[in-house]
Protein backbone atom coordinates (compact mmCIF):
# COMPACT_ATOMS: atom_id res chain seq x y z
CA UNK A 1 0.00 0.00 0.00
CA UNK A 2 1.11 3.37 -0.59
CA UNK A 3 1.67 6.41 2.10
CA UNK A 4 -1.50 8.30 0.81
CA UNK A 5 -3.80 5.01 0.38
CA UNK A 6 -2.66 4.65 4.31
CA UNK A 7 -3.62 7.49 5.57
CA UNK A 8 -6.86 7.41 3.52
CA UNK A 9 -7.89 4.58 5.12
CA UNK A 10 -7.19 5.98 8.74
CA UNK A 11 -8.93 9.17 7.92
CA UNK A 12 -12.12 6.82 6.81
CA UNK A 13 -11.67 4.64 10.52
CA UNK A 14 -11.89 8.22 12.13
CA UNK A 15 -14.14 10.09 10.98
CA UNK A 16 -17.88 8.87 9.77
CA UNK A 17 -19.94 10.53 7.50
CA UNK A 18 -23.26 11.15 7.87
CA UNK A 19 -25.23 13.23 4.60
CA UNK A 20 -22.53 15.88 4.25
CA UNK A 21 -21.43 16.11 8.00
CA UNK A 22 -18.28 14.67 9.32
CA UNK A 23 -18.65 13.53 12.85
CA UNK A 24 -15.02 12.75 14.67
CA UNK A 25 -14.75 8.97 16.28
CA UNK A 26 -14.48 10.74 20.02
CA UNK A 27 -17.90 11.68 19.15
CA UNK A 28 -19.43 8.47 18.76
CA UNK A 29 -17.65 7.10 21.24
CA UNK A 30 -19.53 9.82 23.52
CA UNK A 31 -23.12 8.85 21.48
CA UNK A 32 -22.76 5.53 22.00
CA UNK A 33 -21.97 6.03 25.98
CA UNK A 34 -24.70 7.97 26.04
CA UNK A 35 -27.33 5.41 24.23
CA UNK A 36 -25.98 2.72 27.04
CA UNK A 37 -26.97 4.48 29.77
CA UNK A 38 -30.32 5.66 28.28
CA UNK A 39 -30.55 1.74 27.58
CA UNK A 40 -29.66 1.34 31.37
CA UNK A 41 -32.13 3.69 33.00
CA UNK A 42 -34.97 2.32 30.55
CA UNK A 43 -34.42 -1.22 32.07
CA UNK A 44 -34.36 0.45 35.53
CA UNK A 45 -37.49 2.11 34.90
CA UNK A 46 -39.19 -0.98 33.36
CA UNK A 47 -38.38 -2.85 36.27
CA UNK A 48 -39.52 -0.74 38.98
CA UNK A 49 -42.68 -0.50 36.82
CA UNK A 50 -42.92 -4.10 37.28
CA UNK A 51 -42.27 -4.65 40.75
CA UNK A 52 -38.91 -5.18 41.15
CA UNK A 53 -37.25 -8.52 41.22
CA UNK A 54 -35.17 -11.00 43.09
CA UNK A 55 -32.19 -13.19 42.32
CA UNK A 56 -31.22 -15.84 44.86
CA UNK A 57 -28.27 -18.19 44.17
CA UNK A 58 -26.96 -20.79 46.90
CA UNK A 59 -23.71 -22.87 45.72
CA UNK A 60 -22.69 -24.83 48.25
CA UNK A 61 -22.25 -22.73 50.92
CA UNK A 62 -22.14 -19.82 49.13
CA UNK A 63 -25.52 -17.49 48.57
CA UNK A 64 -25.97 -14.86 46.47
CA UNK A 65 -28.98 -12.68 47.13
CA UNK A 66 -29.76 -9.85 44.74
CA UNK A 67 -33.31 -7.93 45.33
CA UNK A 68 -34.62 -4.32 43.51
CA UNK A 69 -37.33 -2.65 43.39
Do not use: D, E, Y
Amino acid sequence: MSGSSRRAWASVAVVARIGKFAIPGFVWILIWIVVIILVIILLAWIIHLTGGGAFNLRLGHFRLQIGVT
